[in-house]
């Protein structure tokens, strides 16, 4: 796992960013919201993580009581910016969408990465995931890939592709950050080990971090 930097936890100042948005537009900053609300900032893969998209429409159905809440939701998709607006179209979510394909958003906030060396491919197939509960049952995280794209229709475009070629391996992370800029509460994905691989905070989470943030001001 590549981790040259600490990844940002809570209490640090949020790395500033901009990036073009996929569903609305022009490009949206950190600092947009700076002194207005607070932001649920969800990274991502690519289109081609069927997690992701999933976790991306949770994001979406928890968003209003997010809002009541005094924060914004934005999630941040390791893709171009053009294939996410293609895929949102048809798939739309009120979370306010934007597109990484070079992933420097996850690599400012210091998301870890794997490199794909011979050890990590071989650990990979050991592990077993079903983290939504849709599989017949746990299966190795390439494999549960496969399985819930078939599932969904999903095919992998050029562009997805090259995302895939360009960053195999990028794991996702959630930061929620103050009107200050401060992030206050993170998790990342598969902290303790490669069976958490796809497993993302649940609206419960979201929400008691949220609710947390909004009594201590």
Request: glycine residues 8%.
């Amino acid at each position: 796992m590549t981790d040259a930097f600490k990844p940002v936890r809570p209490g640090d100042r949020a790395p500033e960013f901009t990036l073009a948005a996929a569903n609305r537009d022009g490009t949206v900053s950190l600092g947009d919201y700076q002194a207005k609300r607070a932001v649920l900032l969800g990274l991502f893969r690519g289109l081609h993580c069927p997690f992701c998209r999933r976790q991306v429409f949770q994001l979406g159905a928890v968003q209003p009581a997010l809002a009541a809440l005094g924060v914004e939701t934005v999630a941040v998709m390791n893709t171009q910016a053009e294939r996410a607006r293609l895929y949102f179209r048809y798939h739309p979510t009120p979370v306010v969408l934007l597109a990484d394909p070079e992933a420097r958003t996850h690599r400012a906030f210091a998301v870890p990465s794997f490199e794909l060396d011979e050890a990590v491919v071989a650990a990979l197939a050991e592990a077993r995931i079903n983290p939504t509960g849709e599989l017949p049952r746990p299966l190795p995280p390439l494999e549960a890939n496969v399985v819930l794209n078939t599932r969904d229709g999903f095919e992998l475009t050029e562009a997805d592709q090259a995302i895939v070629q360009a960053n195999p391996a990028q794991l996702t992370g959630h930061f929620l950050i103050d009107r200050n800029g401060i992030v206050r509460w993170a998790t990342l994905e598969a902290e303790e080990g490669l069976s958490g691989i796809g497993k993302f905070p649940t609206p419960a989470d979201l929400l008691g971090a949220a609710r947390a943030l909004a009594e201590t001001g």
